[in-house]
């Protein structure tokens, strides 16, 4: 929803200011739909959030047609929250569904990029487990594969260590589920 009023703003930002490269200063609105303001600040985050999420890479035209993009964003976000679509509930569970499956996926790759740093796989590691799984190399040198055998055993040390990560998180809450027909057997609880 966001990259959508953000595709808005810029579209009128661009027709607006005939798509010159400097902004306008932070404070200054440099796109207005309906009322909707935007700040020359706030449209330079935009693009570099774009940018940064999609590589997408910005030009004086490509920056007009995402402002117009953006303006028909935010027209049709007006009419929609008119009609108060955003109020029904099945909206809001499915944001609340897109905002924490995007904070958890968030979460498991900061994590993953913390257990990456501290994991280490030796040649020795590589060498065995290239010995005890020939078969399935069909032949092919232990040089030839041991960058690829190196990063496999590193995902999987990363991915060993993220569920025993998520395991302690599990065994360290204080967890109560008070319905019995909806009790899991787990190590921890046996009711």
């Known amino acids: 929803m966001m ?19 400097d902004l306008a200063e ?30 997408y890479h910005f030009s004086n035209g490509t920056k ?16 929609a929250k008119k009609r108060k679509l955003d109020q029904r509930e099945g909206f809001r569970q499915t944001i609340q569904r897109y905002w924490e499956s995007t904070l958890i996926r968030d979460l498991i790759a900061e994590q993953a990029r913390h257990i990456r740093e501290t994991t280490t796989v030796s040649p020795e590691e590589v060498e065995e487990y290239y010995r005890k799984n020939n078969t399935l190399f069909k032949d092919r040198p232990l040089e030839e594969l041991r960058a690829s055998l190196f990063k496999s055993l590193e995902d999987q040390k ?5 569920r025993r990560w998520t395991e302690k998180l599990e065994s360290d809450a204080d967890i109560e589920i008070i319905d019995v027909n909806l009790r ?7 009711s």
């Not at 990259?3 to 200011?17: C, E, K, N, P, Q």
């Not at 402002?67 to 027209?75: A, D, E, M, S």
């Open 184 to 190: 899991v057997k787990t190590k921890r609880n046996s």
């Open 64 to 79: 007009a047609d995402f402002v117009k993009q953006l303006v028909k964003t935010q027209l049709l976000i007006q009419e």
């Open 158 to 162: 990363v991915s060993a260590e993220l």
């Open 3 to 21: 990259r959508l009023i953000f595709l808005i703003v810029v579209g009128v930002f661009f027709s607006i200011s005939g798509c010159h490269n």
């Open 26 to 55: 932070d404070g200054q609105v440099v796109v207005r739909v309906n009322g909707y303001e935007i700040k020359g600040s706030d449209l330079e985050s935009l693009f570099k959030f774009e940018g940064k999420n999609s590589n």
